[in-house]
Each structure stands twice: as structure tokens, then as C-alpha cells.
């Protein structure tokens, strides 16, 4: 008896431990499920295993976390934010389960490629040159608005490129509009264009809103 409760302590704790790890990181990088959400997603995945051994109850678990992931996912105006938290309280649910069936080695490998994805690659990310991406508003006096090629000149000299462009025309036909998704090379492009636009004669009002990766 006092072997068995053992083993369920050292399975219990080995999850515990795993997801305290995982959501440490989170924690680190101020996401809303954090330190303590990770531990506990873990510790119940593991209990839930040392309960019945049935598939089942994996699958179960499984589906359950899914609701719980969703809940860290929200949009910010043109963001969609926790993709990698939630998809990071998902995995912690499986390595929980690893570790409820004695799977130890598997979980403590799953544990390091979890951390791996969250601290390494994000390294590897911010190396790799990407492009820069965000949502434009354009606001002109209808008097002095260029046209479509102007706007695009405009843009290109600052290294930005617009996208799916759309126009509009408000306040009674006096202000001419256009939006868009616009591209860049790297943040400093927007600064430099959003300090031009501040200045520009013709311009009534301005959007730049950053569209995270």
C-alpha cells in the first residue's frame, strides 16, 4: 500500500511539476493562464488517469481542456491573442496524462519539447527576417486625397506596401478614405510613416495597427 501511494505521489508530483514548468514561461511573458493554471491543467490530467486507465477518460480530458484553451483566445481589435497558450495548455493536458499512466520518460521528454517550442524557437523566430504587418487607415481633405498610385508611391517610399486596399468617402463627402492591410520590412518603417502622416497637410486622420504574428 504505502508503494502504491508512492507511485501516485511521484506521478501526481512529476505532472505538477511539468506543468508549474511550462506555465512559468507563460507566467514570464505575462499571459493569462500562467504559473498556476498550467500546474493545476496538469495535476488534474494526471489524477484523472490514476482514476481509470480507460482511453476514454484521455479522450475526455482531451476535449475538455480544448474549452479551456478557448477561453485564453480573445481579439483585440485586428489581433487574435493566446493561439500559443491555449495550444501550450493543450499539451500540458497530454503530458499530464503521460505522466498519470507512469509514462515518465515520454512525459519529461514531451515537457522539454513543449519548453523547447516556447523558449528556443522563440529565439529562432525573432532571427528569421519576417515581414511586418498591420491594418492602415488613410483619412484625406476629399479636396486633396491622391489617387490609388499616389497613395501607394507615398507608401513605398517609407519600404511599405498596401494591400487589398478598399475606399470610402465620409463626413458628407469630405473626407476621403482608404484601407487596407499594409506590409513592411521591419516597425521602424511605420514610426517613419506614421511621423510623415502626422505632419502631412492633407491628412485628416490616420490607423496603423499592428497585426500580431
Avoid at 506543468?19 to 493569462?32: D, Q
Avoid at 504587418?133 to 508611391?153: C, E, G, K, M, T
Avoid at 482608404?178 to 513592411?184: K, T
Wanted: aromatic content about 8%; glycine content about 12%; charged content about 15%.
Amino acid at each position: 500500500m504505502t508503494q502504491t501511494y508512492a507511485q501516485i505521489a511521484l506521478e501526481l508530483g512529476a505532472a505538477w511539476i511539468a506543468g508549474g514548468l511550462i506555465g512559468a514561461e507563460r507566467s514570464y511573458h505575462g499571459r493569462a493562464a500562467g504559473f498556476r493554471t498550467h500546474a493545476l491543467v496538469a495535476l488534474a490530467a494526471a489524477a484523472a488517469m490514476l482514476v481509470t486507465r480507460a482511453p476514454q477518460m484521455a479522450q475526455g480530458v482531451v476535449t475538455g481542456i480544448g474549452f479551456l484553451g478557448a477561453g485564453v483566445i480573445f481579439k483585440e481589435g485586428v489581433n487574435v491573442q493566446g493561439l500559443t497558450t491555449a495550444a501550450s495548455v493543450w499539451a500540458i493536458a497530454a503530458v499530464g496524462l503521460l505522466f498519470g499512466v507512469g509514462e515518465f520518460a515520454a512525459g519529461a521528454m514531451a515537457t522539454a519539447g513543449v519548453l523547447a517550442t516556447l523558449v528556443a524557437l522563440r529565439w529562432i523566430e525573432d532571427a528569421i527576417p519576417s515581414q511586418v504587418y498591420a491594418w492602415a487607415v488613410l483619412r484625406f481633405r476629399a479636396d486633396a486625397a491622391p489617387d490609388n498610385v499616389a497613395v501607394r508611391a507615398l507608401l513605398a517610399g517609407f519600404g511599405v506596401s498596401l494591400r487589398d486596399v478598399s475606399y470610402a468617402l465620409s463626413q458628407d463627402g469630405a473626407v476621403m478614405e482608404f484601407s487596407g492591410n499594409i506590409v513592411a520590412r521591419t516597425d521602424r518603417s511605420f514610426d517613419e510613416l506614421a511621423g510623415h502622416l502626422r505632419g502631412h497637410e492633407g491628412v485628416t486622420g490616420f490607423e496603423l495597427s499592428r497585426i500580431s504574428k
